[in-house]
């Protein structure tokens, strides 16, 4: 009866549902953008977000603008919203935003650089590769820096 009841309480993690949300591909300055013959810089603009669907199911998007220019002229432009469905029990609040904002992002980014890159391609450019991204060191210096706020509003 002691291990059914430590089976319930020991935390858990499930992925319910990994799909794209939002897409959107702009080509502006089409079709003479593609007789540009110089490379674009890119730009490339990634944050997360987390809610609560239900109790103890959370979506949790991973959303990236990537912005292709010559010059001032825009070549391209790819916004996209990768999303999941995760279900969580028995987490410390403390646990529970932590997977929120590492480990459910670092499972649905491997699925946005694939959307970006392909439609990319489909749209008629080279494959933009997003560099891999340190989850864990963005909520570390998010939560070093909500400390500091907090500190300061209580001198």
Same mark, same amino acid.
């Given at each position: 009866m002691?291990?059914? *009841?430590?089976? !319930? /309480?020991?935390?858990?993690?499930?992925?319910?549902?990994?799909?794209?949300?939002d897409?959107?591909l @702009?080509?502006? !300055?089409?079709?003479?953008? $593609?007789?540009?013959?110089e *490379?674009?810089?890119?730009?490339?603009?990634?944050?997360?977000?987390? @809610?609560?669907?239900?109790?103890?199911?959370? @979506?949790?998007?991973?959303?990236?603008?990537? /912005?292709?220019?010559v010059?001032?002229?825009?070549? $391209?432009?790819?916004?996209?919203?990768q999303a999941?469905? $995760?279900?969580?029990?028995?987490?410390?609040?403390?646990?529970?935003e932590?997977?929120?904002?590492?480990?459910?992002?670092?499972i649905? $980014?491997?699925?946005?650089?694939?959307?970006?890159?392909?439609?990319a391609?489909?749209?008629?450019?080279?494959?933009?590769?997003?560099?891999?991204?340190?989850?864990?060191m963005?909520?570390?210096?998010?939560?070093q820096?909500?400390?500091?706020?907090?500190?300061?509003?209580?001198?």
């Amino acid at each position: 009866m002691s291990d059914e *009841n430590t089976k !319930n /309480t020991q935390p858990e993690f499930r992925m319910e549902k990994i799909y794209v949300k939002d897409l959107s591909l @702009e080509i502006p !300055n089409a079709p003479k953008v $593609f007789l540009e013959r110089e *490379n674009p810089k890119i730009d490339v603009h990634l944050h997360t977000q987390s @809610e609560t669907v239900e109790e103890d199911v959370h @979506e949790v998007v991973v959303m990236t603008t990537v /912005t292709a220019k010559v010059g001032e002229k825009v070549m $391209f432009l790819i916004e996209a919203k990768q999303a999941g469905i $995760f279900r969580m029990t028995n987490m410390t609040a403390e646990h529970l935003e932590q997977v929120l904002a590492v480990m459910c992002p670092n499972i649905l $980014f491997p699925y946005l650089r694939e959307v970006v890159s392909d439609v990319a391609i489909r749209g008629g450019f080279a494959p933009v590769l997003l560099n891999p991204i340190n989850f864990e060191m963005i909520y570390q210096q998010q939560k070093q820096q909500m400390s500091a706020a907090t500190s300061e509003t209580a001198h």
